[in-house]
């Protein structure tokens, strides 16, 4: 089965098969294709299934790529924004809690009341300060003003304007049938002060002054000055009785007083 050509077929085209078409007729059958009824080829016998389908394997789903990971399939890789690791579908939304729209929290009364407790401390802590200062400065004047303290022995007494003091006592006190005779001193303890005597029986509201004193020196009026007392005798002419002894200034001003016993 040769041709001329030693191929052998006969001369002229060789035979096709049913599925060559070489001279623009009916085209050949296909397996799996719908057979061209009435174009040369008889019809299917009665109950006969039209164009069989050849068995086919089963197709895989859609996306699936073989022998690659799901992360290294062609989609995923060319997918924009596309992360295996999170999960499919719409992203859940982030908790809201009620606190989140709450307004801030109001700091005006905290301030208001630390405000007023550093016044009230600034003002108490003030005072203080202020008071301890006036009582540690001298009143006006005082610095002019001597105290009638003991300053040694006797019984203080001040002037009456204030501006001296000094001290007295009686030595001695005695009676007689004529009256009182007492030995007195006088000290100053700032300034020279000028000093005179009165006395009174506690029975009767009359004064008597002194007299002559028949003992000397004879101390009736007289002048003290720091670091020089005023010693002598003074006497009385009163009956005998408790009495009173006045110690005035130059003017007749008591100063201050001492009793005796009759």
Same mark, same amino acid.
């Given at each position: ?18 599925? #060559? ?14 057979? /061209? ?22 197709? /895989? ?6 022998? @690659?990971?799901?992360? #290294? &399939? ?15 579908? /719409?992203?859940? %939304? ?16 905290? %301030?208001?009341? %630390? ?27 005082? !610095? ?10 006797? @019984?203080? =007494?001040?002037?009456?304007? $204030?501006? &001296? !003091? ?46 002559? !004193? /028949?003992?000397?020196?004879? %101390? ?7 670091? @020089? ?5 003074? =006497?009385?002419?009163?009956?005998? $009785? ?8 130059? !003017?007749?001003?008591?100063? #201050? ?6």
């Amino acid at each position: 089965m040769s041709n001329a050509s030693g191929n052998g077929w006969p001369p002229g085209a060789p035979p096709q098969g049913p599925g #060559s078409n070489t001279n623009g007729g009916t085209p050949p059958w296909q397996p799996g294709g719908t057979r /061209p009824y009435g174009q040369g080829y008889p019809p299917p016998p009665s109950g006969a299934q039209p164009n069989p389908q050849p068995p086919s394997e089963a197709q /895989p789903p859609s996306g699936w790529w073989p022998g @690659h990971p799901a992360d #290294s &399939r062609p989609d995923a890789q060319t997918t924009p924004g596309f992360d295996p690791r999170q999960a499919l579908g /719409p992203q859940p %939304l982030a908790s809201v809690s009620i606190n989140q729209f709450a307004p801030p929290p109001n700091r005006t009364p905290l %301030l208001i009341t %630390l405000v007023a407790l550093i016044t009230l401390v600034l003002v108490i802590g003030g005072g203080i300060y202020v008071r301890s200062l006036a009582g540690n400065q001298p009143a006006p004047g005082a !610095s002019a003003t001597p105290t009638a303290t003991a300053a040694g022995p006797g @019984h203080p =007494f001040t002037t009456p304007d $204030g501006r &001296r !003091s000094g001290r007295w006592e009686i030595l001695d006190s005695t009676w007689t049938d004529e009256g009182l005779q007492l030995q007195l001193r006088i000290f100053s303890d700032s300034g020279s002060i000028d000093f005179s005597f009165m006395a009174f029986s506690n029975a009767s509201t009359d004064l008597v002054t002194p007299t002559g !004193s /028949p003992r000397s020196p004879d %101390l009736q009026t007289g002048t003290s000055t720091p670091g @020089h007392p005023a010693t002598g005798y003074v =006497f009385f002419p009163m009956p005998k $009785g408790d009495a009173t002894i006045i110690l005035a200034n130059g !003017s007749g001003r008591q100063m #201050s007083a001492l009793p005796v016993k009759g």
